[in-house]
């Protein structure tokens, strides 16, 4: 099992900047290829970024590219997720997700998922 939980969101002006992080504990947190979801009010969840698990290779939904960076601290069990120049789009419950030894997976494939936090942007 893997357990994961997210922080760091909350009430930001459009244009600001947050941090999010989401930590992990259970199983091996360098063996699992990490994601960052998002789901806005009446809306699916959709990708937002992932992360290897190993090479470090990158993703980005088209939407966030240039504005959104994700990490991983190994040493640390925990994954971030760097969003600036926010807009009121981006208002949502962030979810973070892990899954084991995988390619980065665009769709909801994962094994493991965070409780969500929340990002509201204001215009």
């Known amino acids: 099992q893997v357990q994961l939980v997210e922080s760091g969101g909350g009430l930001v002006q459009a244009g600001g900047s947050l941090r999010l992080s989401c930590a992990a504990s259970?199983?091996?947190?360098?063996?699992?290829?990490m994601g960052w979801f998002r789901q806005a009010p009446g809306k699916e969840r959709e990708f937002v970024s992932g992360?290897?698990?190993?090479?470090?290779?990158?993703k980005y939904a088209d939407s966030v590219k240039g504005r959104f960076t994700i990490s991983r601290d190994n040493a640390k069990n925990t994954v971030y997720l760097q969003i600036n120049s926010l807009k009121p789009e981006d208002t949502a419950v962030y979810y973070c997700?892990?899954?084991?030894?995988?390619?980065?997976?665009?769709?909801?494939?994962?094994?493991?998922w965070g409780q969500g936090t929340q990002v509201t942007v204001s215009s």
């Open positions: 992360i290897s698990w190993i090479g470090g290779s990158t």
């Open positions: 259970g199983r091996i947190f360098s063996s699992y290829t």
């Open positions: 997700a892990a899954r084991y030894r995988s390619q980065i997976m665009t769709t909801k494939a994962y094994d493991y």
